[in-house]
């Protein structure tokens, strides 16, 4: 009976990463059969998933769409394919030979723009995606407002605070409180307040002026746990509060900060206030690769928590133009620090454990669903650019492989010969299984 939690957590993990990577596999795969489609290309098939087929119908226009047993996968197998990786069958090309209509139509003799775009729109299809996620999680959750306002007060150990809902922050221990885009000057303002357990507001409430007690700003809270860290591991949850650390009393989640960068990987034996009650854990910091403004990466130890207010801010719905930058540009943060973080693991200044495989996304998958619909959509974002991002490596058998054999045919006005595509159609799934398995070595042996 006790292996059931256990197994239970398995079948939690491998659905969200089956629904996560059958959404993002879904849309890219659209991507090029709706290109395909509108440029003249031919579907013959479009499958979500490989192996034995489970279900599947032909639409009015010859397609096969079909669901098939294994579901880590999928994709669109145009007229003219030999294969899933639009390899070239020669024998159905040399049949259409003397039939340009129909050979227009497969993908292998279709224009050269048409193949090109058809390519190409699997990635772009993932990076929309990901920007109308950011786009929806920006309209629906808001940004905070500025003046910063209390919104909905969180659970802490001192019931004696007297900030209530709607509450306009002023000052903060004599300190004005500056504008939320104030960038640096609010970060200033957050690392001078005096870390005590109970600060003086002056508030606006009502349209009159107060002054009322209240909890440490930036509390040890736990407002998200990161998928496999010690966090996590440990079995911290959002809402959680630290209230000390090594038997040492913190109110502030810098102090706690301090402690776990201080520790030297030792382990850190944390008293934990949950729900009125109060719970011991013990976690052991684990070093982490971090991003640094200037696109390099620091090491730190960290126990994989992230901090948040004493309150949840008040919001204000943002302006589609907005909500829209903010899909774009966190879209682009991730297509940017992924390829900074993989070019900082080639030269070695950062650890290649940080290249995760489909173990350790599944394993994330499963950890944001367990937190929550939001959390879990917002995985599925940051997913889908890496996968779009992926496919646009220049690798043969990817879409980025395939996008440099058109250049080389729009440079040169002929493409690459059947037996130079052919071997390195092989070097590029031989080059991509090796980075899988890598990948897989990194979930089972990296720390």
């Known amino acids: 009976m006790g292996y059931l939690p256990e197994f239970g957590g398995l079948i939690w993990t491998i659905l969200a990463f ?5 959404v993002i596999v879904a849309i890219h795969e659209y991507g090029h059969y709706i290109v395909g489609r509108w ?4 579907a ?7 192996g034995p087929v489970l279900f599947s119908r032909i639409d009015k226009r010859g397609t096969r769409w079909q669901f098939a047993l294994l579901p880590f996968g999928g994709y669109v197998k145009f007229a003219g394919d030999s294969n899933a990786a639009s390899g070239k069958d020669e024998t159905a090309m040399e049949a259409l030979a003397e039939d340009p209509e129909a050979l227009r139509h497969t993908m292998h003799g ?3 723009y048409a193949r090109a775009l058809t390519v190409a729109a699997g990635p772009v299809f993932n990076f ?14 808001g940004t905070a407002r500025d003046p910063l306002t209390v919104g909905e007060l969180r659970a802490l150990p001192n019931a004696a605070y007297e900030l209530q809902p709607g509450d306009i922050l002023r000052a903060v221990e004599g300190a004005p409180v500056p504008s939320l885009a104030a960038g640096g000057g609010y970060s200033d303002f957050l690392t001078n307040l005096p870390q005590e357990a109970v600060l003086s507001y002056d508030i606006t409430r009502d349209g ?5 007690p209240g909890p440490y700003l930036m509390p040890p809270l736990v407002s998200n746990v990161a998928p496999q860290s010690a966090a996590q591991e440990a079995g911290l949850r959002s809402g959680d509060v630290i209230t000390a650390v090594n038997g040492q009393e913190i109110v502030a989640f810098g102090e706690l900060k301090e402690v776990v960068e201080a520790s030297e990987g030792a382990p850190q034996e944390l008293t934990v206030w949950r729900d009125g009650e109060t719970l011991p854990f013990t976690l052991v910091p684990k070093a982490t690769d971090e991003p640094q403004p200037d696109g390099s990466f620091k090491q730190n130890l960290r126990i994989g928590i992230v901090g948040g207010m004493a309150f949840v801010p008040a919001t204000d719905t943002p302006g589609v133009g907005e909500a829209l930058s903010s899909g774009l540009d966190n879209t682009w943060r991730i297509i940017t620090g992924s390829i900074s973080g993989l070019r900082e693991m080639i030269v070695g200044n950062i650890s290649t454990c940080n290249l995760s495989g489909p173990v350790g996304i599944a394993q994330t998958s499963g950890a944001m669903a367990s937190q929550g619909a939001q959390s879990f959509i917002y995985f599925i974002a940051v997913l889908s650019t890496a996968v779009g991002l992926l496919n646009l490596f220049p690798i043969p058998a990817l879409d980025g492989g395939h996008l440099v054999f058109y250049a080389y045919e729009a440079v040169t006005g002929k493409p690459p010969s059947d037996g130079a595509l052919r071997i390195l159609m092989t070097m ?9 398995l890598f990948a897989l070595g990194n979930d089972l042996f990296c720390p």
């Open 18 to 22: 089956v629904v996560a990577l059958s």
């Open 39 to 42: 440029t003249g290309i031919k």
């Open 44 to 50: 013959d098939v479009f499958s979500l998933g490989f």
């Open 110 to 112: 279709a224009p050269l």
């Open 128 to 141: 929309a995606l990901s920007i109308l996620i950011f786009f929806a999680v920006a309209m629906t959750a």
């Open 208 to 212: 009159a002026d107060l002054t009322v």
């Open 428 to 436: 590029g799934i031989a080059l991509v299984l090796t980075l899988m």
